[in-house]
Structures are given as structure tokens and as C-alpha cells.
């Protein structure tokens, strides 16, 4: 029996709402005021810092639309079982 199998269109590229592309130019010209905003920073002491973008819920606490159910409005996951008992902490997106 023959199967009736209709190809699946491909999904369409679209930039999420509320965010944006950058192209040529425009990044180069960002990349340029962030350097120079950066190098004011840096000639008055401020060493350069990354932070993550996952932090524990517990410490996001009040920033939550619902503590009591702490995956309901964020990206939120729990971590797996921690070896030697007891479970992972709540992680979100900050």
C-alpha cells in the first residue's frame, strides 16, 4: 500500500516580534559605538564583564510573574537530580 505522504512546506525564516536583524553598516557602525563606550569605560577603571543568561529562579524570586509556579511566564526548566540526593534548582532565562 502506497503511502499518501504530501511534502511538508518548509518553514519560513521570520524574525521573532520585537526583535530585529542587523546587517553590513548598521553592525558596523554598533560595533563601533560600543567600542568607544566600552574604551571610556575602561580609561575610568571599569574592567569589561559577561554575565550569564540563566540564573536560579530563587534569586530572580520577586522578578517572577508567579513564584508558587516558577515555569508559568518564563523559560523556565528544572535541573536533573543532584547526585546524593535531592533535586536540582529551578533555572530561568534572566
Known amino acids: 500500500m502506497a503511502k499518501d505522504t504530501k511534502k511538508q512546506p518548509r518553514p519560513k525564516a521570520e524574525t521573532p516580534k520585537g526583535f530585529r536583524d542587523y ?9 563601533q559605538m560600543l567600542d568607544r563606550i566600552a574604551a571610556v569605560y575602561h580609561r575610568h577603571g571599569f574592567d569589561p564583564l559577561e554575565t550569564s543568561a540563566v540564573e536560579t529562579v530563587e534569586a530572580l524570586g520577586k522578578f517572577l510573574p508567579d513564584v508558587d509556579r516558577p515555569n508559568a511566564g518564563v523559560f523556565a526548566w528544572q535541573e536533573a537530580d543532584v547526585p546524593g540526593g535531592g533535586s536540582g534548582d529551578w533555572m530561568a532565562l534572566r
Open 23 to 31: 546587517f553590513g553598516a548598521d553592525v558596523t557602525e554598533r560595533k
